[in-house]
């Protein structure tokens, strides 16, 4: 099992995450989701981790959803655990209060556009295929996609996507906002990297608390956000961090951030 989820922790603090069931297109077994809801916990609660990647093994997919072989023998009444595991992988990855990242190197589908949805960025290769497929076969997004899509996306194009089950290819999602870049000739891997940028300068508990900020108060009013926003302000004062950062720009050096 432990195989079927390659953890690489990096020098920069970068953290690649990598689906390994290339053979079934990375698809997501009940197994495979306990094991990702736990990696996900095991990250946030890691301070050398500063940035998560989250990719598929292959050239072909980034994952094909849920396991549709695993699935099939379940009867209707017992799929409820199946539906609650995706769920709760990908909810425990939204709820990692660091920047996450969707490498999307090929196929996401159903469950894997879902989790891809669940994370800060999405970056795709330019042989990316993105498709919630659920009303295909006979189903629905059932893991965040009618609710996490057009947060991101607008309703319209959502409705489009999920009602109609279209295929969206990497420029595509480029243009609708659906991914924030396209790798080019130097690959995924390059682009990401480049993407995330030296995250050495940027201090972990403001990230994790700008994200904060963003993720509930975009779900509310303006002045319930504003008092969210406010809320996680404060924990940035009371941090080495902060008086760290003053030190270092009266220094002219960079600083040197403890993520706390
Ligand atoms: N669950 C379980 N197995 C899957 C799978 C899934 N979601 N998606 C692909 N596989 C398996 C195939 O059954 C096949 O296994 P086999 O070699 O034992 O026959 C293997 O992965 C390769 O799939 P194949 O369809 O031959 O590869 P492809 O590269 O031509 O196409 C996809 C890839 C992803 C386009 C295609 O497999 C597909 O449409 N899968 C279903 C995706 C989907 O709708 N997911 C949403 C679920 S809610």
């Given at each position: 099992m432990s195989d079927e989820l390659l953890i690489e922790r990096r020098e920069d603090g970068v953290c690649w995450v990598t689906l390994n069931r290339p053979d079934a297109r990375n698809a997501l077994s009940r197994a495979l989701n306990l094991r990702l809801a736990e990696v996900a916990r095991e990250l946030a609660a890691d301070?050398?981790?500063r940035a998560v990647v989250l990719t598929g093994a292959g050239d072909k997919a980034f994952c094909a959803g849920a396991d549709l072989k695993e699935r099939k023998g379940v009867a209707a009444e017992d799929t409820g655990p199946y539906v609650d595991a995706i769920a709760g992988g990908i909810n425990a990855w939204a709820a990692l209060p660091k920047p996450t990242v969707a490498?999307?190197?090929?196929y996401a589908f159903g469950g894997g556009f879902e989790l891809a949805l669940a994370c800060d960025f999405r970056l795709a290769s330019p042989n990316a295929l993105l498709a919630l497929t659920e009303v295909r076969l006979g189903i629905m997004p059932g893991a965040g996609g009618t609710q996490r899509l057009p947060r991101l996306i607008g309703v319209a194009r959502a409705k489009e996507l999920i009602m109609l089950g279209k295929r969206v290819d990497a420029q595509r999602s480029l243009e609708i906002g659906l991914v924030n870049a396209v790798s080019g000739e130097a690959g995924l891997t390059a682009a990401v990297d480049e993407f995330l940028?030296?995250?050495?300068?940027?201090a972990p508990v403001s990230v994790a608390k700008a994200k904060q900020a963003i993720d509930r108060g975009t779900e509310v009013g303006l002045d319930e956000g504003l008092r969210i926003e406010r809320e996680c302000y404060d924990v940035t004062l009371f941090t080495e961090d902060r008086n760290e950062g003053l030190k270092a720009f009266a220094e002219k050096r960079p600083p040197a951030y403890k993520g706390r």
């Open positions: 301070p050398a981790v490498a999307i190197n090929g940028g030296d995250l050495s300068a940027c």
